[in-house]
């Protein structure tokens, strides 16, 4: 009978085999679910017992958000915790030191044997309050300059971008220090991906942001090109469009004529030459604008058209294929010497027909001084002296 309490007390045994043929020990034995960790049946692995495969959650969209916006930062949790430290223990060996120095000083005043020593208190005690204010002194300015990145981080509220301005109202302190504070984090790495765009004005926490940034301003300059070749061309095609067709073909004989001496200039590689015609280029132009602007000059240009700019352009030409010789003999050195001096002769004769599209200008100033001057004298408005060039 007692042996059936006994029995009863320790529970039941388990002395038997299951299905797979695993034998359970006594009462104190433990019996093995599925997926839990048992005793190998015969697998042959390592250390008889096999190992629970871990569940993995999958990773939402909102974790996924929070990971990448960490990693944008970096975590503030140590230097903060070193900034308050410092700042504390800083502060507390600066008072603790001034005070005990202030106390050996007074004591000094009324104890010899303390007055004595004060050299040796000074040396000790003076670079010890100077560290520990330093000390204090940093680590004040790293908690501050902290909490400054924090509130930084807390303005963006989980955006990528962030005004200045706006940046500044969150700390109290003025654009100008916030962009100087932001760039100083940024050369430290606080911001991981930090940017400032180009004008100075917006903080950019993410290189895809920025990417962004550099591609819509991109944008913005190939449209604002655009839209000024588009006006300029609008321009030019209603200059056109009040030009007569003797005028407008007078113009593109012209260019045509500038496009042939740019050629040719082009392929010279003379250096006192080629400033000749670049020169030569320029007052071409000049003369043609002169008259699309003024197109009665035209009957002006006869010669200048049927003559002269032909033969100034087959001299240039010459004087390419001359200079393309691997040979240069003395009728070669001969005939672009020529050439040469005979482009300052065109130079000045072109320079002279400029200066004469603008002979009725010149003479309609000088009328319209001569009747200034006459009617201020009638007026008595010139004190009786006619104007004066000063010397």
């Known amino acids: 009978m007692d042996q059936a309490k006994n029995s009863m007390n320790q529970g039941p045994r388990y002395n038997g085999q299951d299905a797979n043929g695993r034998s359970y020990g006594g009462p104190g034995s433990r019996r093995t679910y599925a997926g839990s960790s048992s005793f190998n049946d015969g697998s042959g692995s390592p250390g008889g017992f096999q190992t629970r495969p871990r569940y993995r959650y999958p990773e939402t969209k909102r974790v996924k958000e929070a990971r990448e916006k960490f990693a944008l930062y970096i975590n503030t949790s140590g230097p903060r915790a070193m900034g308050i430290l410092f700042t504390t223990l800083g502060f507390a060996l600066f008072a603790m030191f001034g005070v005990t120095l202030t106390v050996l000083g007074i004591c000094s005043l009324f104890i ?37 990145f924090r509130s930084y981080i807390h303005t963006l509220n989980g955006r990528t971008y962030a005004e200045i301005s706006e940046l500044a109202k969150g700390v109290r302190k003025p654009e100008k220090f916030v962009r100087r504070d932001l760039k100083r984090m940024i050369k430290k790495y606080m911001f991981l991906e930090g940017h400032l765009d180009d004008t100075g004005t917006c903080l950019i926490t993410s290189d895809e942001s920025y990417k962004q940034y550099l591609e819509t301003k991109k944008q913005a300059e190939i449209q604002q090109k655009t839209k000024e070749q588009e006006i300029q061309k609008e321009e030019e095609t209603a200059g056109e469009a009040d030009l007569s067709k003797e005028t407008r073909k007078v113009i593109e004989e012209g260019n045509a004529y500038i496009e042939q001496i740019r050629k040719s200039n082009d392929a010279i590689p003379g250096v006192e030459i080629s400033n000749k015609m670049y020169y030569l280029e320029n007052v071409i132009r000049r003369i043609f604008k002169r008259v699309e602007q003024h197109p009665e000059l035209i009957d002006d240009l006869h010669k200048f058209m049927d003559y002269y700019l032909p033969t100034t352009v087959k001299l240039l030409q010459a004087y390419e294929e001359l200079d393309k010789q691997d040979v240069e003999g003395d009728n070669i050195k001969t005939a672009k010497k020529e050439i040469e001096n005979t482009l300052d002769t065109i130079n000045q004769a072109f320079e002279n027909l400029l200066d004469s599209f603008f002979r009725d200008t010149a003479w309609d100033v000088s009328t319209d001084i001569s009747v200034l001057k006459t009617m201020l004298a009638q007026e008595g408005l010139t004190g009786g002296k006619d104007f004066q060039k000063k010397e």
């Open 112 to 148: 010899g044997s303390v007055a004595d020593k004060m050299g040796i208190c000074l040396s000790v005690f003076g670079p010890a309050i100077g560290i520990s204010g330093i000390m204090g002194i940093c680590g004040n300015k790293l908690r501050k300059k902290v909490n400054r």
